[in-house]
């Protein structure tokens, strides 16, 4: 009988779920075993909910965004009796090995499922957010930047016709990576991310100065910045099952906007990419990340090297404690920072 492999996807969905599936059961299969698919992450698994898996199935999701399985921010942790449901039906479905493809939350789960269960794990990278410790980029990312990259060159445009201050708000909730990739692919004039409480003094004097200079200027905004002279922050602070900000109002851009707005008297105009960077087909980049990293999953299953993650180190995809990769996350560090006070 064939060995049997389950997989999960988790968290918020981003481009390259799809390759990395795909390359998993391509791999797995060439190593003799079977697949199912878990529904909608860690909560398919608790509540027993599967699909077959095999290579007629995901031949052609290589270029397809979100993720075939359905995904979900569930956290079998928060309840007791859900632990307990993952370990019954890994033994109910007779798997072999999981893997979980996810970013830090659940990954999180998967170090804990290994580190205190014992079970079979193997852990796959993903968040377009880039801010997962160990691998060096996650898929996901440069898909979303090159949308928001995109998304940015035509506000440019209409912004420098109608010689207004632009404020761009990218996703990021805790790392500010997505909008400082942004911002330095398109010649933005201030960057505004979590790791940095905002100094509104040098922000309106900067955008000042590039606003005589050119007569447009632009912004780059993380969803969750702070500015240093404003009250408490707006924007509600609902927490999901991992203890993260719900961001139901999306309300950054706009706020930054108006204050740029009342500050410099010059007409300013804001935009939410929201959602649309996190969907549609993914980058070259992100399809062979992704796919790489899917077939190492198989490989650490073949080896028997359980509790491992598929990272990218250097140009290498290598397996690494899941437990390194997960516990923190990786926000923008100081080098980076010292680019961006060069360009900004
Ligand atoms: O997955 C991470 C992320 O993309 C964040 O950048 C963003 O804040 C969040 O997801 C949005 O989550 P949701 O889809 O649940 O609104």
Redesign the pocket.
């Known amino acids: 009988m064939k060995k049997k492999i389950g997989i999960l996807t988790g968290?918020?969905d981003?481009p390259g779920l799809n390759p990395a599936i795909r390359g998993c059961v391509y791999a797995g299969e060439r190593f003799g075993y079977e697949f199912i698919g878990f529904n909608d992450g860690w909560r398919g698994i608790i509540e027993g909910r599967t699909e077959p898996l095999n290579r007629e199935k995901v031949e052609y999701i290589v270029m397809q965004g979100g993720t075939i399985l359905g995904t979900s921010?569930t956290n079998p942790f928060k309840k007791e009796e859900h632990v307990k449901k993952v370990l019954e039906n890994f033994k109910k479905f007779n798997l072999h090995a999981l893997v979980a493809i996810g970013?830090e939350d659940t990954l999180g789960v998967a170090t804990r499922l290994y580190e205190e269960h014992k079970l079979n794990v193997v852990g796959v990278p993903k968040?377009?957010?880039n801010d997962l410790n160990v691998t060096d980029y996650t898929f996901g990312f440069d898909t979303s930047v090159t949308r928001a990259m995109e998304a940015a060159n035509a506000l440019i445009d209409t912004g420098r016709s109608h010689r207004r201050v632009i404020v761009f708000e990218v996703?990021?909730?805790h790392a500010g990576w997505?909008a400082l990739f942004t911002a330095m692919a398109t010649a933005a004039d201030y960057l505004c991310v979590p790791e940095r409480k905002i100094d509104g003094k040098d922000m309106i004097e900067k955008i000042k100065k590039a606003y005589e200079r050119k007569k447009f200027a632009l912004v780059v905004v993380s969803?969750a910045v702070e500015i240093d002279q404003e009250e408490k922050n707006p924007i509600q602070q609902e927490v999901?099952q991992f203890g993260h900000i719900?961001?139901k109002e999306r309300g950054m851009g706009e706020k930054i906007a108006k204050y740029i707005e009342d500050k410099t008297g010059i007409e300013t105009r804001h935009a939410v990419i929201g959602?649309m960077q996190?969907g549609g087909q993914p980058t070259l980049f992100d399809r062979i990340l992704a796919t790489r990293v899917g077939i190492k999953a198989a490989e650490l299953i073949r080896d028997e090297d359980f509790g491992k993650m598929a990272a990218l180190v250097g140009n290498k995809i290598v397996g690494v404690p899941l437990k390194d990769a997960t516990g923190k996350l990786k926000v923008v560090s100081e080098e980076w920072f010292k680019l961006a006070d060069l360009l900004f």
Do not use: K, S, Y
């Open positions: 968290g918020g981003c921010r970013g968040t377009m957010d996703m990021g909730r997505v969803e999901d719900i961001l959602h996190r």
